[in-house]
């Protein structure tokens, strides 16, 4: 474990609850990415944090869109944990990884950085940039971009370099037993899908969704199971000035039909059949992300209201013994059109509950009222 100086080591007794919540919001353009933490996923007896001198108001010298979401991601506990203890060096993916570990070594590096006592001014980022650029050279030079498109570039390398998969099997082309129960068939899809990938990233972030066809002619069911990174919701098409997040998801697993050229093929009758389709969370993931539906790309004047606390989804799960609560820990504001813009943010220490902005190079505490107010856009992106 990594130790730095007049840090205390304090054992948590008694968390239970963990949250995050990165959400992007733009205020002429609307856009919104959420992501959140769901408040089962730590238990006291097995974390350690670091506390009364464990305090990030540093910056970077990057670009606001890389800036804003670095700062939310080192807000995410358990995140935080796996880099700051230096767990991931163990894991690292030498034979399929493209950049063979240097890409999370870089980013522990910067996260290590940020978070270390007694610095200040920027933060060196010239490391983490070269091997993110070598990663993704579409993040090359100094041009802004989309920040969800680079929060999900930085999670597929910091997946690919702890990838606990050394060697690739071969393609499984049988199809999961349809006698199995949903739970069991769940479980064998998810197994499926961790024989190529298994990582910490892939146990914080990726979750599974459950997909229901049902024929109109023979009754006959057929479900589904595939992982998801994060969530395409829709807005309502009817919706005028204000939607709740809950309008979002209700159209998301609202029963769809399918008919015409999108007929899919009955199992049982053998036919293209008209169907009923359906979505349920199957599996939830610790780190919970919203993106847009790909039909929503322009401008938006919608305001989509989301609970700061407890927001709950078990209306939206596949089974009811899992847990489905979150809670807000971070907001990435984007200021500007779809073109052009600045992003900040606004971060919750994930020990100390205190909040603050992160605009560029000034860091300043700030209030909850203030990240309330951000609530007032769509969150999609």
Not at 99 to 122: Q, S, V
């Amino acid at each position: 474990m990594v130790q730095f100086p007049n840090w205390k080591l304090v054992k948590n007794e008694k968390s239970s609850l963990v949250e995050f919540d990165l959400d992007l919001e733009c205020s002429s353009v609307s856009l919104s990415l959420r992501l959140l933490m769901r408040l089962d996923t730590i238990s006291g007896d097995a974390h350690f944090y670091l506390r009364d001198f464990f305090s990030n108001t540093k910056h970077f010298d990057i670009s606001c869109f890389m800036n804003s979401i670095i700062q939310c991601l080192s807000n995410i506990r358990c995140l935080l944990e796996y880099i700051i203890k230096e767990d991931y060096l163990s894991d690292i993916n030498t034979t399929l990884s493209t950049m063979k570990g240097e890409l999370i070594k870089a980013f522990g590096n910067l996260l290590r950085d940020l978070w270390r006592d007694g610095a200040t001014g920027p933060v060196n980022t010239g490391p983490f940039k070269a091997q993110i650029q070598r990663f993704a050279p579409v993040f090359t030079g100094y041009a802004q971009h989309d920040a969800q498109e680079f929060l999900r570039k930085l999670l597929e390398g910091l997946h690919e370099d702890v990838n606990r998969v050394t060697q690739r099997p071969k393609p499984n082309i049988q199809e999961i037993e349809q006698d199995l129960d949903d739970r069991e068939k769940a479980i064998e899809a998810w197994k499926r899908y961790l024989r190529y990938d298994d990582s910490k990233i892939v146990d914080m972030f990726v979750g599974q969704l459950k997909s229901c066809l049902q024929c109109s002619v023979c009754g006959h069911k057929s479900n589904t199971f595939d992982p998801f990174w994060d969530l395409s919701l829709p807005i309502p098409s009817k919706s005028i000035g204000q939607v709740r997040l809950s309008n979002c998801l209700d159209l998301f697993t609202k029963e769809e039909v399918l008919d015409g050229d999108e007929k899919p093929k009955c199992s049982k009758c053998n036919e293209r059949r008209k169907m009923t389709k359906s979505f349920y969370i199957q599996k939830f993931p610790k780190v919970l992300r919203f993106s847009p539906h790909e039909r929503w790309r322009g401008k938006l004047g919608y305001i989509v209201d989301f609970p700061l606390d407890n927001l709950d989804l078990s209306n939206y799960a596949a089974c009811t013994t899992i847990s489905t609560r979150y809670r807000l820990i971070s907001v990435v504001n984007h200021s500007g059109t779809s073109l052009s813009g600045h992003y900040t943010a606004y971060c919750k220490h994930p020990y100390l509950n205190t909040w603050h902005e992160y605009n560029d190079s000034r860091v300043s505490s700030t209030r909850q009222n203030r990240i309330c107010s951000a609530e007032a856009y769509v969150p999609l992106l």
